[in-house]
């Protein structure tokens, strides 16, 4: 697992972080039941505080991306499919409803951009 971390970004540190795992984990590249690193460890190899990766992990398993297993460490949830799924109907969804609403792809796709930043 490779996670981006740029100090000098405008970006929170946490939040450099989740996006990071949730990419891999989304795109595939960490696996269901992949074990990631400990808070401590990911932490030292990024140069930030440990409370940083904490918050990363835990706004992950809040969105049911990890599951935390006590001391045996954090994992790629199976739950991260369903909200793959999940994505994917509600985006159907909304392509249904910009249709009918006759607004061209363009906008929907940029409405959709703009509510992603």
């Given at each position: 697992?490779?996670v981006?971390?740029?100090?000098?970004?405008?970006?929170p540190?946490y939040e450099?972080?989740?996006?990071?795992?949730?990419?891999?984990?989304?795109?595939g590249?960490?696996?269901?039941?992949a074990?990631?690193?400990?808070?401590?460890?990911l932490?030292a190899e990024?140069?930030v505080?440990p409370?940083?990766?904490?918050r990363?992990?835990r706004?992950l398993e809040?969105?049911?991306l990890?599951e935390?297993r006590g001391?045996?460490g954090?994992f790629?949830g199976?739950?991260g499919?369903e909200?793959?799924?999940?994505?994917?109907?509600a985006?159907?969804d909304?392509?249904?409803?910009t249709?009918?609403l006759?607004l061209p792809a363009?906008?929907?796709?940029?409405?959709?951009e703009?509510?992603?930043?």
């Open positions: 697992m490779t981006s971390y740029d100090s000098a970004s405008p970006v540190p450099q972080v989740r996006s990071s795992i949730a990419a891999q984990i989304n795109d590249t960490l696996a269901v039941g074990k990631l690193p400990t808070v401590r460890a932490a990024l140069g505080a409370n940083t990766v904490a990363a992990y706004e809040e969105a049911g990890l935390t001391r045996a954090s790629v199976a739950s499919d909200s793959r799924s999940r994505a994917r109907l985006a159907a909304y392509a249904t409803v249709r009918q006759g363009e906008e929907a796709l940029a409405i959709v703009a509510a992603l930043r």
